[in-house]
């Protein structure tokens, strides 16, 4: 099993510009997140998902959408994107009720 | 409020046992879990509460108690592979999932 796969890996972006991030889970798990991680800082929640279809509002979502159209997939876009944005980006997922949590290899986008 | 707070870093010697204390504040808290990140990389889950008491996993254990909202993980026979970052992180009910801001472990010969 593949687990969490994110795509793209890294990414360079001129401000404006949009972009999609993919995270694809071959667990069957409901719970799926995004996080961005700033250097020397904790992951703060963007938005996340508890089924298909559903998203939520996290610590942090101004700026990016999401979708979850299908259940293996979560997608997070950045519509305008701007040098505040650049950063790692991490996508989790896990089980309902489960306290376990699986990560993708993360995402780093540069936006100039 | 459903931030946690723990210690920005922390520094012990190979062999010995180290603490890292979460505090969070109850509002819609389910339960406590705790990642390993080294270098940047993708975070790792090293164990979970969702009951008070302690649990067990190899060298790693967790500890929880509702009543004074705080965690701990504790990381015995420590190695210099333990040097890494480490974050507690809050379940909420409805399946929101909250990081602290990580606890840099140094571990020294």
């Known amino acids: 099993n593949a687990g969490v796969t994110q795509t793209p890996k890294f990414r360079v972006l001129k401000t404006g510009q949009s972009m999609t991030l993919l995270c694809a889970q071959d667990?069957?798990?409901?719970?799926m997140y995004w996080y961005r991680q700033d250097p020397g800082m904790g992951l703060r929640l963007i938005h996340y998902?508890?089924?298909?279809?559903?998203?939520a509002k996290g610590e942090v979502p101004d700026g990016y959408n999401v979708s979850r159209l299908k259940k293996q997939n979560f997608l997070l876009g950045l519509e305008s994107a701007a040098p505040s944005q650049t950063s790692v980006y991490f996508c989790?997922?896990?089980?309902?009720?489960?306290?376990?949590?699986?990560f993708g290899q993360g995402t780093r986008l540069t936006v100039v | 409020g459903q931030s946690l707070e723990q210690p920005s870093e922390v520094t012990a010697v190979e062999g010995a046992i180290v603490q890292i204390n979460c505090t969070y504040q109850?509002?819609?808290?389910?339960?406590l879990s705790w990642y390993q990140q080294h270098d940047g990389g993708a975070p790792t889950f090293l164990s979970y509460?969702?009951?008070?008491g302690l649990e067990e996993t190899g060298r790693f254990s967790s500890f929880l108690s509702r009543s004074d909202s705080y965690g701990y993980l504790l990381l015995q026979e420590l190695q210099m592979k333990d040097s890494a970052s480490y974050f507690c992180?809050?379940?909420?009910?409805?399946?929101?999932?909250?990081f602290g801001q990580g606890t840099e472990l140094s571990v020294k010969p």
């Open positions: 992180a809050r379940y909420n009910q409805g399946g929101k999932l909250i």
């Open positions: 989790a997922s896990s089980y309902s009720g489960s306290l376990e949590a699986f």
């Open positions: 667990m069957n798990h409901e719970y």
């Open positions: 509460n969702a009951l008070d």
């Open positions: 109850t509002s819609g808290f389910y339960g």
């Open positions: 998902s508890v089924g298909e279809g559903t998203t």
